[in-house]
């Protein structure tokens, strides 16, 4: 029903990469990219399948979104519903653009219907609700986004008052905070139409607050434009308020990093990307990677696949 996502960095034959982690309650994925864009995570999303590109009004709107110039998207009104390959993309780009001029406009223009093509996707499961922090990379991918409750708290632990009488308001204002996280906690439990409506008028009154702290009263303006992302739990309950699923198993590559250091090849980062997620996979699932993998290179095959248990397991939780 939804998926988590998150990044951290690794290194790659002395290179700074970064590797990407999507999971669910049922397993974990790692997906080590160069960098940290929309378009990356797009790669991860498509299950290998090759990128396309469509100029739909779902693409045309988020160019607007991404701040594109209504004279910019005038000049791409010619390809307005014509879908074309990664190659032929970019050398209808540069034609408009030149080749190295406007990289940043070009850049949300790829973005921009790289989505809209994912969106339209009939070969793999389009993923429609994700859950992450507030990374940029992670805006507009899914129709649903819900951000992470604990990674919105720790800004507010940045904020470092000396006066008192901020010290004060920012404790206070924190107590209140959680006690609302505890509040959705429990409505993510029973869900109930009512109660969602007086929810989502106590975090406008909640997010409304001034205290005199400036820095305290940025942040919970800042807070209060994510509403929609944060209250994802009041439309969607089986979604957690936090990412820590994500978190923990970055970390888990985290540590493996601080042994290995790095990869050298790109055969060796797929390997350890591999084994990364089956280990990790095999703990969600309640199976032992040693025997898995045992059993998978010993060609006994006694044992169901990862995939089958997922399947199995995802049914279950449906039903």
Not at 24 to 40: G, L, M, Q, S
């Amino acid at each position: 029903p939804y998926q988590q996502i998150d990044d951290t960095g690794a290194r790659v034959n002395g290179v700074n990469y970064y590797t990407q982690i999507l999971c669910n309650p049922y397993y974990t994925a790692y997906f080590t990219v160069p960098n940290k864009n929309r378009e990356n995570v797009l790669d991860v999303l498509l299950c290998g399948k090759e990128k396309t590109y469509c100029f739909t009004d779902e693409a045309y709107n988020l160019m607007k979104t991404f701040n594109v110039s209504q004279s910019w998207m005038e000049k791409l009104s010619s390809f307005k519903n014509k879908i074309f390959s990664d190659e032929e993309m970019r050398r209808k780009l540069d034609c408009v653009f030149s080749l190295n001029g406007y990289k940043t406009t070009k850049k949300k223009v790829l973005e921009a219907c790289a989505i809209a093509a994912y969106h339209q996707s009939k070969d793999i499961p389009v993923v429609t609700t994700l859950l992450s922090d507030d990374a940029r990379q992670f805006r507009q991918i899914a129709y649903h986004h819900a951000l992470c409750w604990i990674h919105d708290g720790r800004n507010y632990k940045k904020l470092r008052p000396i006066v008192p009488y901020h010290k004060e308001k920012l404790k206070a204002f924190l107590n209140s905070y959680w006690n609302f996280y505890g509040e959705l906690s429990k409505f993510g439990i029973k869900p109930d139409s009512e109660v969602a409506e007086q929810l989502s008028v106590k975090f406008d009154q909640l997010f409304s607050t001034k205290t005199g702290y400036e820095q305290l009263d940025e942040r919970i303006a800042k807070t209060k434009e994510n509403k929609e992302q944060l209250l994802k739990v009041l439309v969607l309950p089986e979604v957690p308020l936090h990412n820590n699923a994500a978190e923990l198993a970055a970390r888990a590559k985290v540590r493996k990093r601080d042994v290995s250091l790095q990869t050298i090849t790109e055969e060796g980062t797929k390997a350890n990307d591999t084994f990364m997620t089956i280990v990790q996979t095999a703990k969600k699932l309640g199976v032992s990677a040693y025997q898995y993998i045992c059993d998978r290179v010993g060609g006994t095959f006694g044992m169901p696949s990862l995939a089958q248990l997922i399947g199995e397991k995802s049914s279950i939780s449906r039903n």
